[in-house]
């Protein structure tokens, strides 16, 4: 038997040398045609991202003239209205955070419209927020990232909240900033309407959250804390369906809604090692429950419920329109009584078909339902924890269902039948007394974001206008 690429004596007295293909030759061969595979993927992706920014940039160009349009239209008709100036008996000074998001507009507005002075902040990304050109904020500020440089974030926020002379602080927060202003709460010389750390934590954990609800006599789904895909493997299923989610906020995996168990063992194992679980980034099992779902916000003072709105969800909530659900309502007066809770909490709902509610998720923080009470006199009051009546006070029945118009106009392309929900509903950004953030978001702050990931060849999963991002895998 010859060996590859040695001398081997052939009959005949003849040498000869066998060129076969090593071990290494075979390797190197495949390496080579995986750098090509992964050469063309490349170049393939990036220009699926350039295409992707620049196909939405030139929608937002071609959308652009209508938009100027409706914006100089509002102008001018207000130019020709009866402005009255709100007078508060002991007007504040506001500090409403997460400017970048339609709800921290609604709050600007709503205090601003009851005499109060607004102040927005962003963090320094979102420098380029179309609300701050609403008239209804005084001045707007830039801090940096709390979670990238904690000490220069604090250090900036005490400033600013000793400069303007602060009353009340007031977090509109994405879900990593929660844990933040809880943290700083304490050191900060105004009133911060939030939680505590522990408070905030046990709210935003899942499981903790599931155990607490529990203790109360309140109904939850059966929760399980997974911090190993093999915990998945080994349950014991039942003839209960259960989904995955990540206790962190995951804004791409949150979409992920498949249901366990799946049809075999390696399609579990398959689908489990898409999912970034572990012990440092724990994960849920929980029971799926089918039914209507919905989503809340409530605005509490001393355990007791000041402000509070329901509406039907979705994995993708950009539409709310009220619903009164008095079941829901209790178990949120239970929960929040009997912790004491002060601040700003949202849940999410499941009504089974027998008709109990099951809360399957809470965020310490404030919920883009809030827009329902664009029209509503007494939000102020409400966090201000001054007089109302109703109590609590909920959206006005004069109240249309909010939404944001690019969002129905991208629906409307694609599935259709979304002209009924725009006709009898209202932009959540838009107002006629304060337009101008409805053009700087679309035709500025969303395009601003797009061309710097034009820039960096970075890609993104969706444009949501409501919280005025665009959402990437691991992004804020």
């Given at each position: 038997?010859?060996?590859?690429?040695?001398v081997c004596?052939k009959?005949g007295?003849?040498?000869?040398i066998?060129r076969?293909p090593?071990?290494?030759?075979?390797v190197?061969?495949?390496?080579?045609?995986y750098?090509?595979l992964?050469m063309?993927?490349s170049?393939?992706?990036t220009?699926i991202?350039?295409?992707?920014?620049?196909l939405?940039?030139?929608?937002?160009?071609?959308?652009f003239p209508f938009?100027l349009?409706i914006?100089?239209t509002?102008v001018?008709i207000?130019?020709?209205?009866?402005?009255?100036?709100?007078?508060?008996?002991s007007?504040?000074?506001?500090l409403?955070?997460?400017?970048?998001?339609?709800?921290a507009?609604?709050l600007a507005?709503?205090?601003?419209a009851?005499?109060?002075n607004?102040t927005?902040?962003?963090?320094?990304?979102?420098w380029?927020?179309?609300?701050?050109?609403s008239?209804?904020?005084?001045?707007?500020y830039?801090v940096?990232?709390?979670k990238q440089?904690f000490i220069?974030?604090a250090?900036?926020?005490l400033?600013l909240?000793q400069r303007?002379?602060i009353?009340?602080?007031?977090?509109?927060?994405?879900?990593?900033e929660s844990?933040?202003?809880s943290?700083?709460?304490?050191?900060?010389?105004?009133?911060?309407?939030?939680f505590e750390?522990?408070?905030?934590?046990?709210l935003?954990?899942?499981?903790?959250?599931?155990?607490k609800?529990?203790?109360?006599?309140?109904t939850v789904p059966k929760?399980i804390r997974?911090?190993?895909?093999?915990q998945v493997?080994?349950?014991?299923f039942?003839a209960?369906?259960?989904i995955?989610k990540?206790?962190?906020y995951d804004?791409?995996h949150?979409?992920d809604?498949?249901?366990?168990p799946?049809?075999s063992t390696a399609?579990?194992?398959?689908?489990l090692?898409?999912?970034p679980?572990?012990?440092?980034?724990p994960?849920?099992l929980?029971?799926f429950?089918?039914?209507q779902?919905?989503c809340t916000?409530?605005?509490?003072r001393?355990?007791?419920?000041?402000?509070?709105?329901c509406?039907?969800?979705?994995?993708?909530?950009?539409?709310?329109?009220?619903?009164?659900?008095p079941?829901?309502?209790?178990w949120?007066?239970?929960f929040?009584?009997?912790?004491?809770?002060?601040?700003?909490?949202?849940?999410?709902?499941i009504?089974?078909?027998?008709g109990?509610v099951?809360?399957?998720e809470?965020?310490?923080r404030t919920?883009s339902?809030?827009?329902?009470f664009?029209?509503?006199?007494d939000?102020?009051k409400?966090?201000?924890?001054e007089?109302i009546?109703?109590?609590?006070?909920q959206p006005?029945?004069?109240?249309?269902?909010?939404?944001w118009l690019?969002?129905?106009?991208?629906?409307?392309?694609?599935?259709?039948n979304r002209?009924?929900?725009?006709?009898?509903g209202?932009?959540a950004?838009?107002?006629?007394?304060?337009?101008?953030?409805?053009?700087?978001?679309?035709h500025w702050q969303?395009?601003?974001?797009?061309?710097?990931n034009?820039?960096?060849l970075?890609?993104?999963?969706?444009?949501d206008?409501n919280?005025?991002k665009?959402v990437e895998p691991?992004?804020?």
């Amino acid at each position: 038997m010859c060996i590859p690429n040695r001398v081997c004596r052939k009959s005949g007295g003849r040498d000869v040398i066998h060129r076969v293909p090593t071990i290494n030759h075979r390797v190197n061969a495949r390496i080579h045609r995986y750098d090509k595979l992964f050469m063309f993927q490349s170049f393939k992706s990036t220009t699926i991202v350039i295409l992707k920014n620049l196909l939405t940039l030139t929608f937002l160009l071609i959308a652009f003239p209508f938009n100027l349009i409706i914006v100089l239209t509002a102008v001018l008709i207000g130019k020709f209205q009866p402005h009255s100036i709100a007078q508060s008996s002991s007007p504040k000074r506001i500090l409403i955070t997460g400017g970048k998001m339609t709800k921290a507009l609604q709050l600007a507005r709503s205090f601003h419209a009851a005499g109060h002075n607004v102040t927005l902040l962003e963090t320094q990304k979102y420098w380029l927020t179309g609300h701050r050109f609403s008239n209804s904020v005084d001045r707007f500020y830039t801090v940096p990232n709390p979670k990238q440089d904690f000490i220069a974030f604090a250090k900036a926020l005490l400033d600013l909240v000793q400069r303007e002379k602060i009353d009340i602080l007031i977090p509109v927060t994405s879900p990593v900033e929660s844990y933040y202003y809880s943290l700083i709460k304490p050191d900060l010389p105004c009133e911060v309407f939030h939680f505590e750390v522990g408070i905030t934590q046990l709210l935003d954990d899942k499981f903790e959250l599931s155990e607490k609800a529990r203790s109360l006599n309140l109904t939850v789904p059966k929760t399980i804390r997974i911090t190993d895909p093999q915990q998945v493997l080994n349950f014991d299923f039942d003839a209960r369906q259960y989904i995955l989610k990540s206790i962190a906020y995951d804004s791409v995996h949150r979409l992920d809604l498949t249901k366990y168990p799946l049809e075999s063992t390696a399609a579990m194992v398959d689908h489990l090692a898409t999912l970034p679980m572990s012990q440092e980034n724990p994960w849920i099992l929980q029971e799926f429950i089918t039914g209507q779902e919905y989503c809340t916000h409530s605005t509490v003072r001393d355990g007791e419920l000041l402000l509070h709105c329901c509406a039907k969800s979705s994995a993708f909530q950009v539409n709310y329109e009220q619903v009164d659900h008095p079941a829901i309502q209790a178990w949120i007066a239970t929960f929040v009584k009997a912790l004491n809770l002060s601040g700003q909490i949202s849940f999410d709902f499941i009504e089974s078909a027998t008709g109990e509610v099951y809360a399957i998720e809470c965020n310490p923080r404030t919920h883009s339902a809030l827009t329902m009470f664009y029209n509503h006199p007494d939000v102020a009051k409400a966090y201000l924890g001054e007089a109302i009546d109703p109590v609590p006070i909920q959206p006005l029945p004069t109240s249309k269902p909010t939404y944001w118009l690019y969002h129905e106009i991208w629906r409307q392309l694609t599935t259709r039948n979304r002209l009924n929900v725009i006709l009898n509903g209202k932009d959540a950004i838009f107002q006629f007394s304060d337009p101008l953030p409805f053009l700087m978001v679309h035709h500025w702050q969303i395009p601003l974001l797009l061309l710097n990931n034009l820039r960096h060849l970075k890609g993104w999963v969706r444009i949501d206008f409501n919280i005025g991002k665009l959402v990437e895998p691991g992004g804020d």
